[in-house]
């Protein structure tokens, strides 16, 4: 009786002194399968996180505002109405019959001056409208002063360094305008190289001669004052004014001289190329040189073909033979089926260069004053940037380094897994894996015999899974668990301890 207590206190179930403890055996076996499951389900889960954000390629930007140690330093085009530019004595040498037109028309146009008050008028803009139509952009280019004639000199800034050390300054002389057409604009593009060659320092730009002057442009007073107003953008350098959207200030002329001081600010975003979510692409490897020329190239090499004429507002050689296009879009615009086929290239070009460019640059300008001055000439003074530039970068945001040491976090964390204290297991499972594979026996059998799960309890287990209509792949999944939870050596001990 004595020996019997726990029996008769225990009046449930008395059981054979073996049962218990295979009992036992068994829900530990279950709790150990559950925590395993949980295990690999909270692995395989955060796993997956991790590897979509991977292969996602997403991105994260970087913003830096400073001023750069190497002043930005870009190009910068003058615009004007092109009928603003039409000269009364090369019209009357190059275009007779529109000459004559005009004098018929307009009796009172005599000479340059009472040309220039005339050409503000609607009439007058509608005239060469319609009269320019009949001519090719290089024969409408002759007709207009020439660039020369008006910018008579271009001074860029030099380095502190070549002051001081008296260097020859003839190359300094080098900067080069080139004029090209946008219609209804001509554009006139001011590159000096030695700026971007020699790199400016902001030292070299606070001492320049007129303070903080980067480039200065002197322009003919006489022939300037006979436009109306000039637009001015600035670009990075080697490039034309492509694009619309682009800032520019408006510089109207006055009777007397002046001197204008223009600064700017500096924007530059760095995009990554595929499989990035930025997707940007590096133009120069086309021969072009951002994606608005290549959009341009596109759209007036469609409307050439097309109407034998550049696309409206896109850039044209200045001794390009195609037709005017403002004339040619202006006369046409009421006829649906051009207006529908130059909808259509426009599409068809962005469709073919959608992706931005890698690095983008943009400048702001910004009229700082203006000076009235006693000189025949007008003056056009770019400062330094006074404002610090802003770059925005962006930069993978997991790169494979990163994502692999997730990984192997999110292994430790679920399975304690450790390089060095798991290595000789990973060696013994390959071995063993590959002895399975080379062997004739089957896998899934090899496997099992190698786990220290044993007894009858796994094969209930297993009968109860597959009766449970488990499939196969369920169960070597599981089986393939077994696998992993001899990186825990651990585990096993405790196993061991309650079988
Ligand atoms: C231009 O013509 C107008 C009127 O015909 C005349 O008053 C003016 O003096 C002329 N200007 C020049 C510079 O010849
Ligand atoms: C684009 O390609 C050109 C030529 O290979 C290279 O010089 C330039 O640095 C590239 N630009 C960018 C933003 O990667
Ligand atoms: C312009 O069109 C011609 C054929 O019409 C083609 O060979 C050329 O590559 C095109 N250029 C551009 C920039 O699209
Ligand atoms: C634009 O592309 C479509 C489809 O590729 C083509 O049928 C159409 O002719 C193109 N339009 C022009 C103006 O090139």
């Known amino acids: 009786m004595k020996s019997d207590w726990k029996n008769t206190g225990n009046p449930i179930e008395p059981k054979p002194a073996s049962k218990p403890k295979s009992q036992k055996t068994q829900w530990y076996y279950i709790l150990d399968l559950i925590i395993l499951i949980g295990a ?14 991977y292969l996602e390629q997403q991105v994260i930007t970087d913003i830096r505002i400073q001023f750069s140690d190497v002043v930005r330093i870009p190009d910068l085009s003058i615009c004007l109405y092109f009928y603003n530019f039409v000269s009364y004595s090369n019209l009357k040498g190059k275009e007779p019959k529109i000459f004559a037109r005009l004098k018929s028309k307009f009796p009172t146009v005599t000479n340059q001056s009472t040309f220039n008050e005339w050409k503000f008028s609607s009439d007058a803009i509608t005239f060469l409208t319609v009269e320019f139509s009949r001519l090719t952009v290089s024969q409408m280019m002759e007709t207009m002063i020439e660039t020369h004639q008006l910018i008579e000199k271009v001074v860029p800034t030099i380095r502190q360094i070549d002051l001081v050390n008296n260097v020859n300054l003839d190359d300094v002389n080098d900067c080069s305008v080139q004029t090209t057409v946008k219609e209804p604009y001509i554009c006139m593009t001011v590159n000096c190289p030695i700026l971007s060659y020699h790199q400016l320092q902001q030292k070299d730009l606070e001492l320049t001669k007129y303070l903080g002057t980067v480039i200065a442009i002197y322009f003919n007073h006489e022939l300037f004052a006979t436009t109306e107003e000039y637009y001015v953008y600035l670009h990075p350098t080697g490039t034309l004014p492509y694009g619309t959207q682009m800032s520019s200030v408006t510089i109207v002329t006055e009777e007397n001289s002046h001197k204008f001081f223009i600064e700017y600010k500096g924007f530059q975003a760095n995009l990554l190329p595929p499989p990035y979510t930025t997707k940007c692409k590096n133009y120069t490897l086309d021969g072009f ?90 003056l056009l003074c770019l400062s330094m940037p006074t404002e610090p530039d802003i770059t925005n970068s962006c930069l993978p945001k997991l790169p494979l380094f990163e994502y692999l040491i997730y990984l192997g976090s999110i292994l430790g964390t679920w399975f304690g897994f450790s390089v060095l204290s798991s290595s000789p297991a990973i060696f013994k499972w390959a071995f063993d894996l590959i002895g399975v594979l080379t062997s004739s026996r089957p896998t899934k059998g090899h496997i099992l015999r190698n786990t220290n799960v044993k007894g009858k309890s796994r094969g209930k287990l297993k009968d109860r899974r597959s009766s449970s209509g488990s499939s196969k792949n369920f169960r070597q999944s599981v089986e393939a668990m077994k696998g992993i939870r001899q990186l825990r050596p651990k585990v096993h001990y405790w196993d061991d301890y309650f079988r």
């Not at 690999?40 to 954000?53: A, D, F, K, P, R």
């Not at 341009?296 to 296009?325: K, P």
């Not at 040619?328 to 068809?348: A, Q």
């Not at 073919?352 to 000439?377: E, G, M, N």
Request: proline share 3%; glycine share 4%.
């Open 289 to 378: 040189k951002s994606q608005n020329h290549a959009l341009e190239a596109c759209r007036n090499n469609a409307s050439l073909e097309r109407f034998g004429c550049g696309f409206y507002s896109d850039v044209m050689n200045a001794n390009s033979n195609a037709r005017l296009g403002i004339s040619d879009y202006y006369l046409n615009y009421g006829d649906p089926r051009r207006r529908k086929v130059i909808n259509e290239i426009y599409d068809n070009c962005s469709r073919l260069h959608w992706a931005p460019d890698c690095r983008q640059k943009y400048f702001v300008p910004r009229i700082q004053k203006v000076a009235r001055i006693d000189s025949s000439s007008d």
């Open 40 to 53: 690999t389900i909270g692995c395989i889960y955060q796993t997956i996180l991790v590897t979509t954000v």
